[in-house]
Nanobody, 119 residues
Framework: EVRLVESGGDLVQPGASLRLSCAAS????????MRWLRQAPGKGLSWIST??????????TYADSVKGRFTISRDDAKNMLYLEMNNLKPEDTAVYYC??????????RGQGTQVTVSS
């Protein structure tokens, strides 16, 4: 059974930093590109970032809205995905999810972790 558990969300002020974590199990984590998604209040799910597998150099891509502020990374030995978020803005307020970026588990989601940026 695929399981994705996101954590690390919090209520922070604009300009703060947070590090989100995603613990993955139930599939061969190292074999899949992984991504972070978010859903802002009243809006649909949007893509934030993807990291490819080590075989593809762990290449990273980002949405323009977070480029230069967010950093995605992975630890294949621990089956963990991370999202370092710096200079947070109110528009980053959302529930954040991790997910495989392709393959048979592409629609899997965890419970998400809430990030609220407010003064």
């Amino acid at each position: 059974e695929v399981r994705l558990v996101e954590s690390g969300g919090d209520l922070v002020q604009p300009g703060a930093s947070l590090r989100l974590s995603c613990a993955a199990s139930g599939f061969t984590f190292r074999s899949y590109s992984m991504r972070w998604l978010r859903q802002a209040p009243g809006k649909g799910l949007s893509w934030i970032s993807t990291i490819k597998t080590a075989d593809f150099g762990s290449l990273t891509t980002y949405a323009d809205s977070v480029k230069g502020r967010f950093t995605i990374s992975r630890d294949d030995a621990k089956n963990m995905l991370y999202l370092e978020m710096n200079n947070l803005k109110p528009e980053d307020t959302a529930v954040y999810y991790c997910a495989p970026a392709g393959g048979p588990y592409v629609d899997e989601r965890g419970q998400g972790t809430q990030v609220t940026v407010s003064s």
